[in-house]
Nanobody, 128 residues
Framework: QPQLVESGGGLVQPGGSLRLSCAAS?????????????VNWFRHAPGKEREAISC????????NYGDSVEGRFIISRDNAENTVYLQLSSLKPGDTAVYYC????????????????WGEGTMITVSS
């Protein structure tokens, strides 16, 4: 049973940095290796709709969707470790949100209803 588990969230001061991890397991049950899936990071801030941040292909081609992050977040993946990362820097209070990863057995997409698998999210709180 394919699963995605996010980790690395927590409380951080404004201007600080964090690295989130999205660990994949059980994808053999889908009939395909994890490295053929594209993976998105999304975030859901209080009072706002869930928004796509960026997507990465199995070959590490990146598409950025979240103009609001102003180039401060970088997505990457290590297929040998079955893990996708999001490096966040220069964090602001407005970045406070639950961050999710999601996988898709198709090309990169920013639409929530086109994702095949979701993690349960990890919370980031940016506050002094």
């Amino acid at each position: 049973q394919p699963q995605l588990v996010e980790s690395g969230g927590g409380l951080v001061q404004p201007g600080g940095s964090l690295r989130l991890s999205c660990a994949a397991s059980g994808f053999a049950a889908s009939g395909f290796r994890f490295d053929v899936y594209t993976v998105n990071w999304f975030r859901h801030a209080p009072g706002k709709e869930r928004e796509a941040i960026s997507c990465i292909t199995g070959g590490s081609i990146v598409t950025n969707y979240g103009d609001s992050v102003e180039g401060r977040f970088i997505i990457s993946r290590d297929n040998a470790e079955n893990t996708v990362y999001l490096q966040l820097s220069s964090l602001k209070p407005g970045d406070t949100a639950v961050y999710y990863c999601a996988a898709r057995f198709r090309r990169c997409s920013k639409y929530i209803n086109e994702m095949d698998y979701w993690g349960e999210g990890t919370m980031i709180t940016v506050s002094s």
